[in-house]
């Protein structure tokens, strides 16, 4: 498989994983809510909702822009450095303040598969450059 190829496969993922993940948040916030949300802070009003669907839709954004442009090693790079703050935000509340449930830690889950496909991406972004 050439480096290419693996740098547009590893865009593509980070992209399906925004997609999937933004899509469901923008289409079916009442259903992020009632599956991702522990029970003590779900809250189902129109600005929850409508604040929930504005995040998928920026996710939804984010997603579309990853298909579109093509990444350097230093984009990679960038965008993996950036999630390690989301893995704070994951730990804390699922843990210190529980406010994800098991199902809402689809997001650190999505936050580890970017990651590792980020790093995926940089390396291969560097042999690409390399070989050029």
């Known amino acids: 498989m050439s480096a290419r190829t ?12 925004f997609l999937l993940l933004g899509g469901w948040a923008l289409f079916a916030p009442s259903s992020v809510i009632a599956l991702a949300v522990t029970e003590p802070f779900q809250d189902s ?3 929850t909702r409508f604040a929930i669907a504005c995040f998928g839709a920026q996710a939804v954004l ?3 822009m990853a298909l579109v442009t093509r990444w350097s090693a230093r984009a990679f790079l960038v965008f ?3 999630l390690l703050p989301f893995f704070g935000f994951n730990w804390y509340f699922h843990y210190e303040v529980p406010v994800l449930t098991s199902i809402g830690m689809l997001d650190f889950a999505g936050n580890v598969t970017m990651f590792a496909l980020a790093l995926w991406g940089w390396r291969a972004a560097r042999m690409d450059k390399a070989q050029a």
Request: glycine share 10%.
């Open 80 to 82: 993996a450095a950036l």
């Open 6 to 17: 693996i740098q547009f496969g590893a865009q593509f993922l980070i992209a399906t994983v």
């Open 45 to 47: 009003t129109f600005l």
């Open 62 to 64: 984010f997603g579309l």
